[in-house]
């Protein structure tokens, strides 16, 4: 039973970077795809991107691709969400997610959630 805590969210200036870390315990990412999600107000959760977890093979949504990076450290069981050129609409609360068996851009695919991550693109 992996639980999985996000954390590095907070309040950045329009066209600051930031890093979210996901930190998994009580088990590890060994399954086959980890995932990044954000919900912004008032919209339903949409997909950033995700990784697999062995090979490190990304996998990004249009809109993110070249802007935000995904990436893994498999000694430390962390994925992280490098994110640059914030913009205020990217405030969103991130979520880290995994069980996928593929690299999935639907919510349905993975089983097990952080608690979320809020972060601010202030201006």
């Known amino acids: 039973q992996v639980q999985l805590v996000e954390s590095g969210g907070g309040s950045v200036q329009v066209g600051g970077s930031l890093r979210l870390s996901c930190a998994a315990s009580g088990g590890t990412f060994s399954s086959f795809a980890v995932g990044w999600f954000r919900r912004a107000p008032g919209q339903e959760r949409e997909f950033v991107a995700a990784?697999?977890?062995?090979?490190?093979?990304?996998y990004y949504a249009d809109s993110f691709l070249g802007r935000f990076t995904i990436s893994r450290d498999i000694d430390k069981n962390t994925v992280y969400l490098q994110m640059s050129g914030l913009k205020p609409e990217d405030t969103a609360v991130y979520y880290c997610a995994a069980g996928a068996r593929s690299m999935s851009e639907h919510v349905r695919e993975y089983d097990r959630w952080g608690q979320g991550t809020q972060v601010t693109g202030s201006s």
């Open positions: 990784t697999t977890w062995s090979a490190g093979l990304t």
